[in-house]
């Protein structure tokens, strides 16, 4: 059974910083490509940061610079550094873990359930 439990979030003031983790069960972490996504209250969910296998990472416009996604492949972890954090970061995260089958080229997704960060004086 796969699992992605997230952690990390809370209340933050604008200015602060947050690490979210997702620790993944059930799946060869090493293969997987893992991301953050995040939802606001009326809004899609959106594409964060992103780490391959071979640890190449992709971010949002909105937090470059101010995020930083890195992977502990022997604690099969992928953990997301927030800092400057401002009220639009206000959102619940989600973990994604994704691989494309070699043979079938079957996309293969699985997902947390999120952890809320919300940003506030």
Same mark, same amino acid.
């Given at each position: @059974?796969? @699992? +992605?439990?997230?952690?990390?979030?809370? +209340?933050? &003031?604008?200015?602060?910083? +947050?690490?979210?983790?997702?620790? %993944?069960?059930?799946?060869?972490?090493?293969?997987?490509? /893992?991301?953050?996504?995040? &939802?606001?209250?009326? !809004? &899609?969910?959106? #594409?964060?940061?992103?780490?391959?296998?071979?640890? *190449?990472?992709?971010? $949002?416009?909105?937090? !470059?610079?101010?995020?930083?996604?890195?992977?502990?492949? $022997?604690?099969?972890?992928?953990? #997301? &550094? /927030?800092? *400057? +954090? !401002? $009220?639009?970061?206000? %959102?619940?995260?989600?973990?994604?873990?994704?691989?494309?089958?070699?043979?079938?080229?079957?996309?293969?997704?699985?997902?947390?359930?999120?952890? @809320?960060?919300?940003?506030?004086?």
């Amino acid at each position: @059974q796969v @699992q +992605l439990v997230e952690s990390g979030g809370g +209340l933050v &003031q604008p200015g602060g910083s +947050l690490r979210l983790s997702c620790a %993944a069960s059930g799946i060869t972490f090493s293969i997987y490509a /893992m991301g953050w996504y995040r &939802q606001a209250p009326g !809004k &899609q969910r959106e #594409l964060v940061a992103t780490i391959t296998s071979s640890r *190449s990472v992709n971010y $949002a416009d909105s937090v !470059k610079g101010r995020s930083t996604i890195s992977r502990d492949n $022997a604690k099969n972890t992928v953990y #997301l &550094q /927030m800092n *400057s +954090l !401002k $009220a639009e970061d206000t %959102a619940v995260y989600y973990c994604n873990a994704h691989r494309v089958e070699i043979i079938t080229s079957r996309e293969v997704d699985y997902w947390g359930q999120g952890t @809320q960060v919300t940003v506030s004086s």
